[in-house]
């Protein structure tokens, strides 16, 4: 019986330990300066509003819109997709369009009353 009942427990503990591990992950496409990139989605947990890397999410954006990562690998400041996620939003009246860029997104803020941007929190 013990030893049954030690069997079951190292079965039990070993399935914790390696839940984490066989998260899933996940393939899909983004913006990154201009052009379409693959990448690969990992579960991560960071706190909303902690992240470093900024991602945009476009919520109303033109047909075949994707995220747009604002540094990537390589780029000096990319930090290993530890992202700060930003909802932008066309303002009413504005005929929305493909942002494929970091620098699109700034400029289209810069140009109220085309976009609006929030933290996710």
């Known amino acids: ?10 079965t ?3 399935l914790v330990v390696a839940l984490p591990a ?5 393939k899909g496409q983004l913006f990154h300066d201009g ?5 690969i989605v990992t579960p991560a947990p960071i ?10 999410k476009v919520t109303n954006g033109a047909s075949g819109q994707l995220g747009i990562a604002g540094v990537a690998p390589g780029d000096g400041p990319y930090h290993g997709g530890s ?9 009413p009246g504005v005929t929305p369009y ?8 700034i400029a289209a803020l810069s140009r109220r009353p085309v976009l609006r941007k929030r933290g996710v929190r």
């Open 47 to 56: 706190a909303p509003g902690s992240g470093t890397d900024p991602f945009y």
């Open 35 to 39: 052009a379409i990139v693959g990448t």
């Open 98 to 105: 493909l942002l494929t860029s970091d620098e699109a997104v």
């Open 22 to 26: 066989m998260a899933t992950t996940g």
């Open 83 to 91: 992202w700060q996620v930003y909802l932008v939003t066309f303002n």
């Open 12 to 14: 039990g503990t070993t």
């Open 1 to 10: 019986m013990r030893v049954l009942l030690a069997t079951f427990l190292a």
